[in-house]
Nanobody, 120 residues
Framework: QVQLVESGGGLVQPGGSLRLSCVVS????????LGWYRQAPGKQREFIAR?????????AYADSVKGRFTISRDNAGNTVYLQMNSLKPEDTAVYYC????????????WGQGTQVTVSS
C-alpha cells in the first residue's frame, strides 16, 4: 500500500506560479514511477510529469507543460513537488499525484487531488 497526499492548489492569475506537494508514505520501496496527472472538467485524466523513483535523472513531461512545469523531490524521497510557472487558463484542473508499483502486481495509487484554477 502507498498513500499519497497532495497540497498546494489554489487560485492564481494567468502567468502566475504555484507549487504542488505530494507526501508519500507506505511501501515506498516498491514504487517504480512517481508523478503527476491532471483532470479538467469534462476531460480525461492526462499525464503531466513523472520520474523513476530513486533516480531523479530519469523523468518525462507532457508536451503541454514542457519548459513551464518542473517535477522534483526532497532528499529523503518522501515528498514530490510540481513547480508550475507561466500558468495558463487551460492548466485549470484537479491535479493528482500518482505512484506506480510493478511488484507483486502492477498497481496505480492516487492521491485525493488538489484543485488548481487559473483565472483573472
Amino acid at each position: 500500500q502507498v498513500q499519497l497526499v497532495e497540497s498546494g492548489g489554489g487560485l492564481v492569475q494567468p502567468g502566475g506560479s504555484l507549487r504542488l506537494s505530494c507526501v508519500v508514505s507506505g511501501s515506498i520501496s516498491r514504487i517504480y514511477t512517481l508523478g503527476w496527472y491532471r483532470q479538467a472538467p469534462g476531460k480525461q485524466r492526462e499525464f503531466i510529469a513523472r520520474f523513476v523513483y530513486g533516480d531523479s535523472t530519469r523523468y518525462a513531461y507532457a508536451d503541454s507543460v514542457k519548459g513551464r512545469f518542473t517535477i522534483s523531490r526532497d532528499n529523503a524521497g518522501n515528498t514530490v513537488y510540481l513547480q508550475m510557472n507561466s500558468l495558463k487558463p487551460e492548466d485549470t484542473a484537479v491535479y493528482y499525484c500518482n505512484a506506480l508499483i510493478l511488484v507483486p502486481a502492477t498497481t496505480n495509487y492516487w492521491g485525493q487531488g488538489t484543485q488548481v484554477t487559473v483565472s483573472s
